[in-house]
Nanobody, 123 residues
Framework: QVQLVESGGGLGQAGGSLRLSCAASGRTISGYTMGWFRQAPGKQRELVAAIISGGDTIYADSVKGRFTISRDNAKNTVFLQMNNLKFEDRAVYYC?????????????????WGQGTQVTVSS
């Protein structure tokens, strides 16, 4: 089992930055694909960014060039640096872990989830 705990959410300003962290415990995450999903009110959960065990990254078009996902396997932690925030980035952000890197856009195939952290963006 992998337990995931997100932190770093809160209120950001449009054009500003926030950094989310996801601390994992129970197992080392080095062999997992790690990802950040978000769900805004009234919308479906969507993959924002993912990083596979080898370090390759994938981003949703809506955040490319603004968000950066990274991982520190030694600290068993994953980060999401969010720059140039937009009002539409407001959502609950979830950290997730998955064995393998196929069909990553399907949230139902991810193995472990955190409880989520709220991100609010003021315009």
């Amino acid at each position: 089992q992998v337990q995931l705990v997100e932190s770093g959410g809160g209120l950001g300003q449009a054009g500003g930055s926030l950094r989310l962290s996801c601390a994992a415990s129970g197992r080392t995450i080095s062999g997992y694909t790690m990802g950040w999903f978000r769900q805004a009110p009234g919308k479906q959960r969507e993959l924002v960014a993912a990083i596979i065990s080898g370090g390759d990254t994938i981003y949703a078009d809506s955040v490319k060039g603004r968000f950066t996902i990274s991982r520190d396997n030694a600290k068993n932690t994953v980060f999401l640096q969010m720059n140039n925030l937009k009002f539409e980035d407001r959502a609950v952000y979830y950290c997730a872990a998955k064995m393998g890197y196929d069909r990553i856009w399907r949230g139902d195939l991810w193995d472990y989830w955190g409880q989520g952290t709220q991100v609010t963006v003021s315009s």
